[in-house]
């Protein structure tokens, strides 16, 4: 049953180091508070999964948290590369990073699977893919009925979901609109879940076709305004397209990171400092991240 609660004591009770952590969102609905709270609590080993790691695990794996990711594709979008996700993997930088690489569909399937209880995920897919070749966990089998081979992958059931939505009510059922990816499927396959959002009210009030999450599947719900920016949340705020530009530059060189993330994630107390902090910078540079 969901618990009303503050993102920090969300993370501390609901995530322990070594955890397999998911903290997903497409397009939209990023959980990046979340993501400066794991890094500012300073969770280690956590074996992290996300379909599209951006700027949120370039970050976590830069401050050390992460011993592995599992991911479908990883980038900053619309610029080029993640730094320190690319350090950790060529150079070992701040640790060595385990990567496991599979297709969107293949976690799209997985993340399904583990929701429905299953072990495994079977799909036709990896034809003509190198993948396969570089995954040992994507194997083939043949269907008892049609004789066709087909690939059988391991569902994903993380230790803990972290999502943003738009609204919760005062019971703990969460609203979710707009474009949404696997997160729904990420909190059902998951064992506990913190969800971040801009705002608890007394009704929901859900449009036709939003997803609601029952306040049985959620453990915590943690109001934090604009918590999924640089990302933006349907309703609320646009995306700040200037923060991922920055980015680059931000992320490129070890130095300029750890001075970045020490200044404004880890000496602040909340996202709400955080973004304090951000503005307090001159005019020119980002406002937020």
Known sequence: MAEL???REAVAALIKDGDQVACEGFTHLIPHAAGHEI???KKRNLSLVRMTPDLIYDQLIGMGCARELTFSWGGNPGVGSLHRFRDAVENG???PLVIHERS?????????AGAAGLPLAIMR???????PKHNPQIKTLLCPFT???LAAVP???PDVAVIHAQRADRKGNVLLQGIVGVQKETVLASKRAIVTVEEVVGSLDAPRNAVILPNWVVSA???VPRGARPSYTEGYYDRDNGFYKAWDVIAREREVFLAWMTKHVMSTADFADYERSIAAEQPKQVSHG
């Open 125 to 131: 897919g990896y034809i003509g893919s190198d993948l």
């Open 147 to 149: 004789g066709e081979t």
């Open 93 to 95: 930088w701040p640790n």
């Open 5 to 7: 609660t503050t993102l």
């Open 155 to 157: 569902s994903v059931r």
């Open 39 to 41: 890094a500012r609590q």
């Open 221 to 223: 719900v943690c109001v």
């Open 104 to 112: 969107h569909a293949d976690l799209a399937n997985a993340f399904a």
